[in-house]
């Protein structure tokens, strides 16, 4: 399969813990990469691999993986953490790469 | 720290072709995937080709028949052509280098430096 579903949105109370979900068949032989997008702005990784963090990335923010799904968890959400996230790997032959729908993150 | 931009025309006529070009800077043009991702107004990321250091492509299937990415090292420079350009092409458009690991129990690709991104309008 090449698709990742994502949920089209979430919404989080500020300073609570929230988790967004990704699930694709590919996520079983490759970890997620999951991108954070503000408006207007372009693309920065937050997660990628086996839960890393990218310098300069809050340690609130960490990934997982449980068979065909990968989780972003944002412990602690922010107001600043309020963006759109997408989750991107590679499709089950590797070769092709793809996007999740992405998830619109509002923080109340 | 490697950063890339793109550049290139803002406005493509309807059938025309869209040409554009991402610099690396800060690094050279290495054991990477080199992407093109655009993103229509309002909508999500949708990921158009890559090609790897070596020169090999690869696209997605929706946009094969119209879309060449190639490379020049010298330049440090890629670029993307989407032929037959149609409304729906308009989007902002932006150029990713993608890492990857191949150690066991950890495989993983991800896209770690992107460009500001250019928007490209469709319009006669």
């Known amino acids: 399969s090449s698709e990742l579903t994502q949920d089209p949105a979430v919404s989080v109370a500020l300073g609570q813990t929230v988790r967004i979900t990704c699930q694709g068949d590919?996520?079983?032989?490759?970890?997620a990469g999951w991108i954070q997008q503000k408006p207007g702005q372009a693309p920065v990784v937050v997660i990628y691999?086996?839960?890393k963090r990218p310098s300069g990335i809050p340690d609130r923010f960490s990934g997982s993986r449980s068979g065909n799904t990968a989780s972003l968890t944002i412990t602690g959400a922010q107001a600043e953490d309020e963006a759109d996230y997408y989750c991107?790997?590679?499709?089950?032959?590797?070769?092709?790469?793809?996007f999740g729908g992405g998830t619109k993150l509002t923080v109340l | 720290q490697v950063q890339l931009q793109e550049s290139g025309p803002g406005l493509v006529k309807p059938s025309e072709t869209l040409s554009l070009t991402c610099t690396v800077s800060?690094?050279?043009?290495?054991?990477?995937?080199w992407n093109w991702i655009r993103q229509p107004p309002g909508k999500g990321l949708e990921w158009i080709g890559y090609i790897y250091y070596s020169g090999s492509t690869n696209y997605n299937p929706s946009l094969k028949s119209r879309v060449t990415i190639s490379l020049d090292k010298s330049k440090n420079q890629f670029s993307l052509k989407l032929r037959s350009v149609t409304a729906a092409d308009a989007a902002v458009y932006f150029c990713?280098?993608?890492?990857?690991?191949?150690?066991?129990?950890?495989?993983?690709?991800?896209?770690?430096?992107w460009g500001k991104g250019t928007t490209v309008t469709v319009s006669s």
């Open positions: 800060g690094g050279s043009i290495s054991n990477n995937y």
């Open positions: 991107n790997s590679r499709d089950s032959s590797g070769y092709q790469v793809i």
């Open positions: 691999g086996k839960n």
């Open positions: 590919g996520l079983r032989s490759y970890y």
């Open positions: 990713a280098r993608e890492d990857w690991s191949a150690t066991p129990g950890n495989y993983y690709y991800y896209m770690d430096v």
